[in-house]
């Protein structure tokens, strides 16, 4: 079965310092993975996928399949930041969507 | 399009109440996805429809929890009796295809006393 795991559920940094989401997954197929961010009474939505390569909002993750990881990065984090934050993993027929637990970014001033 | 749209928003409802939570796909949407997300366990996919078939209900949690999707514009989730430990926010989700994202809607907090 897959699984995602997100193993930080708290994430604070200061407005310009670099920030990394982990995001780690156990999948037996050829995993395709996504981030999906929660701003603050909004709906979910999706951020980036790992089959996109690119980068939005200055965010990147990177597929490392020897390291079973998709972590999200961006260099200079910004007070618009602040979200909760889900990596998640596509599978199954419909590529129903397995979720992290998800990480909640705050950016401080 | 406006989007997934779900109702209502909140909902607040006493232990052994129905509730019914409704959902409107984006038009021309095969796949749609009910979703449940709360603090133990985050986002858990109940169930979903492709064409308006269930295809995987596995993650109905109980047998008080039904889903039905009578046409392709509409969806109900219903927990007949509710209990408190239902309480959560409930999401519905549709894509286009199985190659395209999921688009998530509002969500609806329901808080069971």
């Known amino acids: 079965a897959q699984r995602v795991t997100q193993p930080e559920k708290l994430l604070s940094v200061f407005k310009g310092a670099p920030v990394e989401l982990k995001c780690n997954y156990s999948?037996?197929?050829?995993?395709?993975l996504f981030w999906y961010v929660q701003y603050s009474r909004q709906r979910l939505q999706l951020l980036l996928r790992?089959?996109s390569r690119e980068s939005i909002k200055g965010f990147t993750a990177d597929l490392n399949k020897g390291e079973t990881s998709f972590h999200l990065k961006k260099p200079f984090a910004q007070e618009e930041d602040s979200a909760m934050y889900y990596c998640?993993?596509?599978?199954?027929?419909?590529?129903?969507?397995?979720f992290g637990s998800g990480t909640q970014l705050t950016v401080l001033p | 399009d406006a989007g997934v749209i779900q109702s209502p928003r909140h909902e607040v409802t006493e232990m052994g109440q129905e509730v019914t939570l409704r959902c409107k796909p984006i038009?021309?949407?095969?796949?749609l996805f009910w979703y449940r997300q709360t603090m133990m366990r985050g986002l858990e996919l109940l169930i979903y429809?492709?064409?308006?078939?269930?295809?995987?209900d596995s993650g109905m949690p109980e047998d008080r929890f039904s889903a039905k999707m009578p046409n392709a514009s509409f969806s109900t989730l219903k927990i007949q009796p509710s209990e408190p430990r239902d309480s959560a926010v409930y999401f519905c989700?549709?894509?286009?295809?199985?190659?395209?994202?999921?688009?998530f809607g509002q969500g609806t907090r329901l808080t069971v006393v």
């Open positions: 989700a549709s894509s286009l295809d199985r190659a395209t994202e999921a688009f």
């Open positions: 999948y037996s197929g050829s995993p395709e």
């Open positions: 790992h089959i």
């Open positions: 998640a993993l596509s599978s199954g027929s419909a590529r129903q969507l397995t």
């Open positions: 038009s021309g949407h095969d796949y």
């Open positions: 429809f492709n064409n308006n078939v269930p295809i995987d």
